[in-house]
């Protein structure tokens, strides 16, 4: 008899017709093979799928480029299907499941002629967590397969938990002829399954990350009381050895991945990662929240990583401990075969080709890199990985910090007075929009929780839900609002940022354990500037403390944006919501 996994995966191949139908069984073994094919027969325009690095500075590395139309998220090409319209919310594209259904059988019939089909069972989530998912993805395209190796626990050990059983996530993908005009990240939430077409980039194509473990996973935290979330999970260990474990959401390129490895500034505090994306939240037995990260890889930007911004992911890449490590759109330096981007070091004296394989020199006024160019690696490469990554139960967490890219108005860092107060504060960030997704990049948006492009449903529900999981937590997380992204009059980051977050970092555990005190603003609490530790830094007290400047003139457009954006959303916005609002708008008059 066959099992639910086969007569799905026979199903998907009589539509979409591959040579070939090929079961990853997730070993090292295999990769190899997969990507020698990738570097000999396989095309994506007229590149190899990969390109080897320089195996001596770079172990384990190679080089993707991707099709030149097709190099970030698109989010006007993702749409979630339920029967019902105002279940997706203005936060989504809709479609109705049948309709939905109609345009991807047609675009997907016959799409894998002529190639193979790779099956992939992984879980997202640490094997035997009670909170891990296993997953089926299929795909046409050799980059995806083995970069899900990578992002996922991947492996036969899948196939035997699922068994003859029903309950695992699907993901039918191919990238047909990368045609934009035939490109769609179709979400059923209802049936667990996500099928995209067109697109083989990152979280168009790995539909484990954002499709699944955001979209998909959001509404089924909110139907069962959990949460996903675009969150860094890290602990933050003092120097008497105590670790205490905080999440972070920001939007896409907008800090993570750098906050979840930080090399701290003060050296009485070290950090240890356990994810830079995702989390999902679920509240333990003692009514704490817990995270776990359902990834195991980091797909993190390359164009600002270096040594000295981001020194743990630098070591990380080099780690060469898990095969492979994938660069994809980056430049390349042809005297060394090495990658390259803009921010790791200087072009002077190096003989680079930019992401399209065209000769490059900073003269060209061009990037060398694609600015949404990034690496694929290991989690377990992490020189500081979290000895709990693997935790079925996850890690207790003590403060939740929301932030955004804010050239101006947000401070650096302000406590919210209570959990609902905290989930106002999510709803109304906005930030600055980078070339993460498809679009103009730089303009203000609203985005809250960093969950504008990835929350699965109607966004006012998903509020209430925050709202909800507070009331259910004995002892809820404090919630912090951060930006490191304020600029001064010629447009510089005040703040260092990076390393020097730690700073932040050691305010919002000095709240917690009740050492210091704090200032009340309309927005919430913000540090009394002596309270802070600056030593070693070059910024002046003053420059400092108008991080913390909260002008009330300044906030009549900001109110007037959250106003509208909040408008569509009508009756789902909850009043706990509206009465924050409410008072701070009265406070910002007083
Ligand atoms: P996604 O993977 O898209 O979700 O992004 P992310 O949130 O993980 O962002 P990441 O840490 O990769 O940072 C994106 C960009 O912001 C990079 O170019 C970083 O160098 C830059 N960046 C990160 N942290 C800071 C900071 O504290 N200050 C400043 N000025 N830039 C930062
Ligand atoms: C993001 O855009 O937030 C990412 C990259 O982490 S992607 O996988 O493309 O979503
Ligand atoms: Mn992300």
Redesign the pocket.
């Known amino acids: 008899m066959a099992t639910a996994v086969e007569k799905w995966v026979d199903e998907v191949a009589a539509l979409t017709r591959p040579k070939t139908v090929y079961w990853c069984d997730g070993s090292e073994g295999e990769a190899r093979r997969i990507m020698e094919m990738g570097m000999s027969e396989e095309k994506i325009t007229v590149h190899d799928v990969f390109s080897e690095l320089n195996q001596a500075t770079c172990p384990k590395a190679y080089l993707h480029r991707s099709h030149p139309t097709d190099v970030a998220r698109t989010e006007q090409l993702t749409f979630v299907c339920y029967p019902d319209r105002e279940r997706s919310g203005p936060n989504n594209n809709w479609k109705h499941p049948k309709d939905a259904k109609a345009l991807m059988t047609g675009i997907s019939r016959g799409c894998m002629k002529g190639k193979t089909m790779y099956v992939l069972p992984y879980m997202m989530g640490p094997v035997d967590s009670p909170y891990a998912k296993a997953c089926i993805q299929v795909t046409d395209v050799s980059y995806v397969a083995v970069s899900m190796r990578i992002m996922t626990r991947m492996g036969t050990h899948v196939l035997k938990k699922i068994g003859s059983g029903e309950n695992f996530t699907r993901g039918l993908h191919s990238v047909g002829d990368f045609s934009p005009d035939r490109r769609f990240i179709m979400h059923f939430p209802d049936e667990d399954f996500v099928w995209s077409v067109g697109s083989g980039y990152g979280g168009n194509a790995l539909l484990g990350k954002k499709c699944f473990s955001l979209r998909i996973a959001s509404w089924q935290g909110y139907r069962y009381g959990w949460l996903a979330e675009?969150m860094v999970i890290m602990g933050i260990e003092d120097i008497k050895g105590n670790v205490r474990y905080i999440t972070a959401a920001?939007?896409?390129?907008?800090?993570?991945?750098?906050?979840?490895m930080l090399e701290s500034a003060l050296p009485e505090y070290r950090i240890w990662t356990i994810g830079?994306?995702i989390a999902w939240l679920n509240i333990g037995p003692d009514g704490r929240l817990y995270a776990i990260n359902p990834e195991a890889g980091f797909?993190?930007?390359a164009?600002?990583?270096s040594m000295k911004?981001?020194p743990n992911m630098v070591r990380t890449l080099k780690a060469a401990k898990f095969y492979p490590t994938l660069y994809t759109n980056v430049a390349l330096d042809r005297k060394t075969n090495e990658p390259w981007w803009e921010?790791f070091s200087d072009p002077d004296g190096k003989d680079l080709v930019d992401w399209q394989g065209n000769p490059w020199n900073p003269s060209l006024g061009t990037k060398a890199a694609h600015p949404n160019s990034?690496f694929t690696v290991s989690l377990y490469n992490c020189p500081i990985v979290s000895r709990e990554v693997d935790n079925p139960l996850g890690v207790p967490i003590s403060a939740i910090l929301l932030g955004g890219r804010r050239s101006r108005l947000i401070p650096l860092v302000a406590e919210s007075f209570d959990w609902p107060h905290g989930v106002f504060t999510g709803a109304r960030t906005g930030s600055e929009t980078?070339a993460?997704a498809a679009g103009k990049v730089g303009v203000l948006r609203r985005d809250p929780f960093s969950m504008l492009p990835f929350c699965g449903y109607n966004m006012g529900d998903y509020f209430r839900h925050w709202i909800n999981i507070g009331r259910l937590c004995a002892r809820p997380p404090r919630i912090y609002s951060v930006n490191?992204?304020r600029t001064d009059e010629q447009g510089k980051?005040i703040?260092?940022?990076?390393g020097d977050?730690a700073r932040v970092l050691r305010w919002v555990l000095d709240r917690i354990d009740g050492k210091v005190g704090a200032r009340e603003t309309p927005l919430g609490l913000v540090p009394h500037v002596k309270d802070l530790v600056l030593d070693g830094l070059a910024i002046p007290e003053d420059r400092v403390e108008s991080l913390f400047a909260v002008k009330p003139g300044e906030w009549d457009a900001e109110l007037a944006e959250v106003k509208a954006f909040w408008n569509p959303f009508g009756r789902h916005i909850p009043n706990e919501l509206n009465q924050a609002y409410e008072k701070m708008a009265r406070a910002l008059k007083a």
């Not at 703040?495 to 990076?498: D, S």
């Open positions: 675009h920001m939007p896409s390129a907008c800090g993570k991945t750098n906050l979840a830079d994306d797909f993190g930007v164009p600002g990583t911004t981001n921010g990034r980078t993460a490191w992204f980051f703040w260092p940022g990076f977050n």
